[in-house]
């Protein structure tokens, strides 16, 4: 496309039927008229080249990636992934839904800097989802809780307890809930079992995790373990 000696308008036309394309009729730097016949003329007229084909909607145009899905929509500051620099790739599963997105988490000293679909994954193909897209700012996001709020009985305020303490409360509250609900024998037969917990899982519960919550309370001899994403 020739460049504009004069200061020109920008005007962009839509096309009126549904396409990503759009139509580049005359271009304005901004700047000031220059003359051809001046020592700054190449370079500004270089300058604008390189300034408008910088721009993705002219290289869609003018290029062969008409669709703008490839190189036409590349920046240079795309061209560099900005895992390169991970130490480590794990490999997890979105905790959001049932769907069970695979997911690459990126480490880099220790954190977690970068997660993304998994093109290993047969479920997701690489894809996620905006919500799964987001996981990273589960992770590292300012209102991620650390700490556990509790309300003793009969408390009329909130308190913060930290993991190790809340895990302890639990584990102690679980070995004493088993054992009041405890059965040996139920109308003569051996029961060995337990009714005073259960267990319901919920949809973000992945494969491995409902294995182990399975395992963990059959062991302890609950006999009521559900989980609500079955199918
Ligand atoms: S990426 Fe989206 S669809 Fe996939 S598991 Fe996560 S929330 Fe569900």
Not at 50 to 67: A, E
Not at 128 to 151: F, N, W
Request: proline fraction near 5%.
């Amino acid at each position: 496309m020739p460049l504009p000696e004069t200061p020109a308008t920008i005007t962009i036309t839509r096309f009126p039927y549904p396409t990503r394309v759009v139509a580049i009729v005359a271009v304005n730097t901004g700047g000031e008229a220059v003359d051809p016949d001046t020592e700054g003329y190449a370079s500004t007229v270089a300058r604008r080249r390189s300034w408008i084909g910088s721009w993705p909607v002219y290289r869609q145009l003018t290029g062969t990636d008409r669709r703008g899905l490839g190189a036409a929509a590349k920046s240079d500051r795309s061209r560099v992934a900005r895992t390169s620099t991970a130490d480590a790739v794990v490999k997890s599963v979105c905790p959001y839904c049932a769907v069970g997105c695979g997911q690459n988490v990126f480490v880099q000293d220790g954190k977690v800097t970068q997660i993304e679909g998994d093109p290993d994954s047969p479920v997701s193909r690489g894809r996620l989802c905006p919500k799964g897209s987001a996981s990273l700012q589960l992770t590292t996001g300012d209102s991620r809780q650390y700490t556990v709020r509790y309300r003793r009985p009969f408390g009329t305020k909130w308190e913060d307890l930290d993991l190790d303490t809340a895990m302890d409360m639990i584990a102690d509250r679980v070995l004493a809930a088993r054992r009041r609900g405890w059965q040996w024998e139920v109308d003569g037969d051996r029961t060995r079992r337990t009714l005073g917990f259960a267990s319901l899982g919920g949809a973000t519960l992945d494969n491995e995790e409902n294995y182990l919550i399975k395992k963990l309370f059959t062991a302890l001899g609950a006999i009521q373990i559900e989980n609500q994403a079955r199918i």
